[in-house]
């Protein structure tokens, strides 16, 4: 399979495999999203393991494997565990998180032994039962896509349904329960839908990693909004697209298992929305930063050149690197590029002797020098700081001013003409 | 000092709630009188919240009975309302300010309705109260803890219950907005409804009810604020650290001790 023959879903068995891998990816995806802000991560970790021993029991027991007694018995097991993590926290001095690490490992090796003794007794039908453990998605076929396929779209209707009822149990229990809503149903409703989520993906994705498809997403989203509902939508989109991609895959190389790169998928782009998300990822406060330092590096150049013209009276006179260097100590290769890019900017030209102002140079260098004189004004006048310590502020605060405080500034304290080093603060004529 | 009401709006009677066996509040009878604003005074520990969680019915009582305008709370929920002590969510939650004061219509919409364009109105009237218009579309963590507590009360008013419930809505606000707060429930109990606050400033008490309650672990008082805030019962209310504070400030000025480590320098 090549992959125009893919991507074109000619072969209605692809398709079939491919739409339900983003089905069940998507709507494990949205139901992680409560889970995650129910801060329940861990527990369904603990579920998506303990659902193991109920499946190899489910067909220990039946003998054959039909995904309706699978997914029975998962959610059996699934539920059993979480029912006695609950058990343990509420008895013991067990704390919940030891509980889950218990009941994980616990369910989890019964359910590898019970494995291992279907594999040795040599059952036929058992050679698509090791793929509950890392998942395969292009096994995803006849009976089970339906039967999995349905699950998910029923998990996607009960959050519709349910979605005011959820988010309010996972901000605020208290509150919601003062207004009579069943808290202890909605409850019970998210942990079944967390069960089922986990139940959903274990053929294509697989028990141990079928956790990290259901917060992953959530996870990701959550970098790149703080609206309810936008960040269920795209953790569904990211989660659709790390299934599609999964079930590529899963194509392209039949012995590989899918789990584990439908996870590497989503874990990228989790690491990659960590990096790029707007406001929360690291990598756009950084440049935002950096951005702020270049701004206050030129405004700074500027409101030099201005100081400059103020001593010898002519504020056009051109100036070299060391004459301002003289005045205030640059790193040197910054200044020369904060120069190159003012003149592209057009406040600066360079003249053989130097550099120098242009008319709108000149004009932004005193704003900001006016800026300054009147922040300081306004913190020794206003805020009672004492004059020797307010220029470290104003060196900062010059540059994000903006033109509307600018202006109630200059009205707050009527137009002064000195500043309280009594240097003369310049309007513009 | 236990005063008695007729008609009351909250009637407990013999309340005792236990966390784990370990009781925290002993046979509480507390009437509370309607159209008043009334303070929950204590220390910390003292079971306050425990007392306004029970009256709500979020926690199981142990033995005794509340009543609220005589009847089940489960009758009048929709007449009540409560507001939770600003730490008890996680304000990094997605969630808009308007979304939070829309939590508020729940109760009247019910399970599966979804808010209509009526309840966003009057959830924005309920920001426009508390003057938070312009933070309607901020995301909660990005706003101060006061203004957090803002978007709390504007969530209480947008239930237009009859009787609140308000957890510390003092709690970290600044004095702007602590005049607004108590403006804001003065002209509520002129319209005939009854709030409920539990407080820590002894000194603007007086000021603020019309009722007080003093409370530690047990009832020590309950009436009109200007018979209940004396000295005698706030120190039976405060217990051994009143007396303990002020033996130690003594001994700071005896000693003429610095307050503070930084006046050696
Ligand atoms: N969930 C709980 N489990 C066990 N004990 C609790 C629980 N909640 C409160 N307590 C205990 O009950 C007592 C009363 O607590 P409560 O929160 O009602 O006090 P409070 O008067 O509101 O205090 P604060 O002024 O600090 O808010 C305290 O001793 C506290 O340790
Ligand atoms: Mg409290």
Redesign the interface.
Known sequence: MNIVDFISLSDPNVRFVVIGSMLLAASSAIVGCFTL?K?KALVGDAVAHSVLPGVCLAFLLSGVKNPVFLIIGAFITGWLSLVLIDFITARSKIKEDTAIGLILSVFFGIGILMLTVIQKSGNAAQSGLDHFLFGQAASLVGMDLIVFSAISLILIIAVV??Y??L??I???E?????????VRALELLLTTLTVLAVVTGIQAIGVVLMAAMLITPAAAA?FW????KV?ILLAAALGALSGLIGAYISYLAPAMPTGPWIVMVISLIAILSFFLAPQKGILVRWFKQKNFQTQMLEENILKLFYQLGEINGNFYTPRTVEQIMERRPFQDFRLRKGLIKLKRQGYLESTSQGWAYTQAGKTKGQRITKLHRLWELYLTEYLRIAPDHVHEDAETIEHIITPELEKRLEEKLEYPRLDPHQSEIPYHK | MIHQVQNPIVELHDLTVSYLQKPVLWGIDLTLPAASIIGIIGPNGAGKSTLL?AM???IELSSGYVKIFDQDL?KV??R???V?QKE???WD????AL??VL?GR??K?G?????RKADKEVAMECLRQVDMVDFAKR?I?QLSGGQQQRVFLA?ALA?EADLYFMDEPFAGVDAATEKAIINLMKTMSNQGKTVVVVHHDLQSAQEYFDWAVLLNLRLIASGPVDQVMTTKLLQETYGGKLTLLAEVGELLTKKEFPSREKQWE
Do not use: H, W
Not at chain 2, 93 to 96: E, M
Not at chain 2, 111 to 115: A, E, H, S, T, V
């Open positions: 802000l801060k349904i349910c005011k009822e988010a309010i996972a901000f605020d208290g509150f919601a329960q003062s207004i009579g809503f069943p959550r909004t703080s609206n309810l960040m | 969680k709500m019915g979020l489960d929920r929709s009540v309302s409560y939770p008890s969510v996680d939650f997605p969630a808009s979304d939070v939590m729940y109760g919409l399970l599966f309705n979804r808010p995301q963590s969530r239930q």
